[in-house]
């Protein structure tokens, strides 16, 4: 039998092509961290195995035939390009968000242990909020020391030097710098913290080293972070992984130096472990958009249920013309079958 191509058939064919490419290098990318170098090939054959059952689909939707069977396999043969998709287009869309939520995690991890260790130490200032508005001052007056438009110990840094004084009550000492230069001023505003932090701890030297660190890897962080999160998308993402790794490596070594100062009975550390590593497999993806689920999760999920669902789902609701199919089964297209009957000829007589 002789079957006619509608324009709704070519609609459905040139639909199906391009929603599948895509699926079909989404999927590539998706799967890349699995197969490596054969993820184009088990893309490729999935792709052909979803464009056969379409076809497959609309022939039995054309002709009225159950077409359970073929959605049955249609899914669970898209499930897998729909899990790959979603691993590619979140990676692709969310990488920086990702970058970015783990980078100001660890600040607020250097902020935590900064803070935790202090409340297990002895303080000649008691009250929490007092030791910590000290803590901000000296973390400003260190800034203003080495600030290159008023460096050393200039008006600025006398003002900040007073609002300290005032909240530990005793009289801080003005100190000078031992060399006109960078590191001559560093080594100013090291020696400025040690006297204002002695002034606020009652520490063994161990506690003060310990302290200093946390208080110097904290600030240093801080900076080194937000200076990083002003940068464009691309940048970001290239310096992001390296930047978690070396501020992880610092938090974790000075959470176990503090252990070890302060014992396991007063301090407890539980290492941290960097999540970006994940980044690109699977399983993180589902995992952090289940965690993180908002509108760019949601737009990417579904964008990946159209490119592997939709056009099934479309040709599953477009009404097909029984009437032409009847002309078809019969050939009797009005563009392929001649007319039959008797031709009326009038009669001019």
């Known amino acids: 039998m002789n079957k006619r191509i509608t324009a709704t058939d070519l609609f459905l064919a040139i639909l199906a092509v391009m929603l ?59 499930s897998f390009c729909f899990i790959a998709n979603f691993n590619a287009l979140y990676t692709r869309f969310m990488r920086t968000d990702i970058f970015t939520t783990e980078l100001r995690d660890i600040n607020d991890k250097f902020s935590d242990l900064e803070t935790n260790v202090e409340s297990k130490l002895n303080y000649s200032v008691a009250d929490t909020k007092a030791r910590q508005e000290i803590r901000s001052e000296l973390n400003l007056l260190k800034i203003q ?16 030097i007073g609002r300290i004084e005032k909240k530990i009550g005793k009289k801080v000492t003005p100190l000078t710098p031992i060399s006109q230069t960078p590191a001559g001023y560093e080594d100013l505003a090291n020696r400025m913290e040690e006297q204002i932090v002695q002034m606020v701890y009652n520490l063994t030297p ?14 240093k962080w801080n900076k080194d972070i937000q200076s990083l999160l002003l940068k464009n998308h691309n940048d970001i993402d290239d310096m992001a992984q390296g930047q978690i790794d070396k501020s992880l490596a610092e938090y974790n070594k000075l959470g176990s130096k503090a252990q070890s100062i302060l014992g396991d009975d007063k301090f407890k550390f539980e290492p941290a472990h960097e999540k970006t590593q994940e980044v690109g497999k699977i399983g993180f993806a589902f995992d952090h958009a289940i965690k993180n689920f908002g ?3 949601f737009v990417v999920l579904m964008g ?18 029984n009437a032409g199919n009847n002309n078809r089964n019969g050939n009797n297209s009005v563009f392929t079958s001649k007319r039959s009957g008797k031709t009326l000829i009038p009669n001019n007589n």
């Open 145 to 160: 020391i080495n600030d290159p438009k008023n460096i050393g110990i200039g008006p600025e840094a006398r003002q900040i």
């Open 304 to 321: 990946c249920i159209l490119l592997d669902f939709g056009i099934m789902i479309i040709i599953l609701l477009v009404p097909t013309d």
């Open 295 to 297: 509108m760019y999760q």
């Open 20 to 78: 599948i490419s895509v699926s079909f290098y989404q999927t590539w990318l998706g799967l890349d961290q699995i197969f490596g170098g054969s993820s184009m090939v088990i893309a490729l054959v999935l792709s052909l195995l979803l464009l056969f059952l379409l076809w497959q689909l609309r022939n039995a939707k054309v002709k009225g035939a159950p077409t359970g069977g073929l959605v049955g396999i249609y899914i669970f043969i898209a």
């Open 206 to 219: 161990e506690e003060k080293n310990l302290m200093t660190d946390i208080n110097n890897a904290s600030l």
